[in-house]
C-alpha cells in the first residue's frame, strides 16, 4: 500500500545472535512490511547481512547476523519505536540482562536528520557512531546521509570505524537475504519486494 503521506525515512538496525537468526531477521522485515504505516522501499531497503563477534558483552555469545533497513514512514518517531519494540516482542524478544543475547534486536538508527535525547528514545542511535557493524551495512544505504549530531556522512564513519581490532565483521550475502526463503515462486506467494538488481551482487 502506498501511503501519500509517507514523508519520513529512517534507518533502522536489524540483529539477531540467537535460535534461527536469518528467518527471524526476516520476519522482522516482513513485519515492517505488513505494518500499514511503514513503507519499505520496493528496489532498494536493505544493506547486505553480515555477521559480527559480539561488542562490549561479559558472557559468552554466539556471533550475530546484522544489517540495516531503510524505511518511509508516516508514524512519529516515537511510534516508529513503539511499533519496532513490538514486532521484537511478537518475535520472542526476552530481555534478560542489558546486552544480553537476543532473539531479534530492532533499534532506530536515524529519523530523517532529527536529534531526540530523552528516558525513552534517543536518535541518533548513541552507540551507533562507534560500530562497524551498524555503519558498513548502513553505508550501503545511506553512506551519503549525514549524521546530525556528528556532522560527518555514514561513509565517512564506516571509514574511521574500519580498522578497530576489537571488531570483528564480514559480510556474507547480498541484499537477498531480506526476500530469499520470503519468496518461494511458484508455491503461489510473490515476493513481498524485491531489492534493486545492483544491490544484489554476489558475495565474492
Ligand atoms: P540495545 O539495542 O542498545 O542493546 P535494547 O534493544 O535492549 O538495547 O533497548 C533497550 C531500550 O532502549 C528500548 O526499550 C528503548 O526504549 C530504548 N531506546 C532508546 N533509544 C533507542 C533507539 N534509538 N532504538 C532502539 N531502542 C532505543
Ligand atoms: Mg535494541
Not at 162 to 190: C, K, L, N, Y
Amino acid at each position: 500500500m502506498i501511503d501519500q503521506a509517507a514523508n519520513s525515512t529512517a534507518y533502522l538496525g536489524i540483529g539477531s545472535n540467537l535460535g534461527d537468526r536469518l528467518a527471524t531477521m526476516r520476519a522482522a522485515v516482513l513485519a515492517l512490511h505488513t505494518h500499514p504505516s511503514i513503507q519499505l522501499e520496493p528496489n532498494a531497503c536493505a544493506a547486505s547481512l553480515y555477521e559480527s563477534t559480539p561488542v562490549g558483552v561479559a558472557s559468552e555469545q554466539r556471533v550475530y547476523y546484522n544489517s540495516t533497513i531503510r524505511v518511509a514512514t508516516t508514524l512519529a518517531p516515537y511510534q516508529l519505536l513503539d511499533a519496532v519494540l513490538a514486532i521484537e516482542n511478537a518475535l520472542g524478544r526476552v530481555r534478560r540482562e542489558p546486552m544480553g543475547s537476543r532473539t531479534i534486536d530492532l533499534d532506530l538508527l536515524l529519523y530523517d536528520d532529527l536529534v531526540i535525547n530523552d528516558e525513552t528514545l534517543t536518535v541518533p542511535h548513541p552507540r551507533m557512531h562507534l560500530r562497524r557493524f551498524v555503519l558498513e551495512p548502513l553505508a550501503e544505504i545511506a553512506g551519503s546521509a549525514v549524521h546530525p549530531t556528528c556532522g560527518a556522512t555514514i561513509a565517512e564513519l564506516a571509514g574511521r570505524t574500519a580498522g578497530q581490532e576489537f571488531e570483528s565483521i564480514h559480510r556474507v550475502m547480498d541484499a537477498r537475504w531480506v526476500t530469499s526463503g520470503i519468496a518461494r515462486p511458484g508455491q503461489g506467494e510473490s515476493p513481498p519486494f524485491a531489492p534493486m538488481p545492483g544491490c544484489c551482487e554476489e558475495v565474492r
